[in-house]
């Protein structure tokens, strides 16, 4: 995959029917907190109330089309030192490098645009292997076992959590 094809950017209005195409999909939504999108209204709405407002939520965009999303959250007051990352690519876009791309834009973004960040964590359900290979090839560190730890779809899912220093080297 030509990286030069793949950006970064804000969500818009217009990207909706984009949005939906990966939304919508089960293979993309099983691991997100947030349920699949089935329908145009609702993708418009969750365009508009969730991913515009949000300080960093960018359209991962492949020749400046949306086939995913990367979001970094940063913690509030005395927790600002710490962001985590959420991600997501389309079923069809998978395994051509793009999330690792995708990725590595953000991690570098997230450094330089959040000041005081010093640590960008992420976490992974067990059974989600594709993530953890992508964080990484971007030079996460895979920290341990959380048991028990993250509730997505109606079930308390055990978790491993990565991180991203600051003073780390993308790879």
Partial sequence: MDPSRISLRRFHLPDVDDFLKWASD???TRYLRWNTITSREEALSYLQKVAIPQTYRRSICLDDRSIGYVSIKPGSSNDKSRARLGYAVSAGYREQGIATAA???AVANAFTEFQGLVRVE????????????????????????LRKYGFCKGEIRDM???SFLSTDMIK
């Avoid at 290979?133 to 996460?140: A, I």
């Fill in 122 to 145: 992420a976490l992974v359900e067990v059974e989600n292997i594709g993530s953890q290979r992508v964080l990484e090839k971007v030079g996460f560190l895979k920290e341990g076992l």
């Fill in 26 to 28: 089960d293979k993309v």
């Fill in 103 to 105: 990725l590595k834009m």
């Fill in 160 to 162: 491993i959590v990565y």
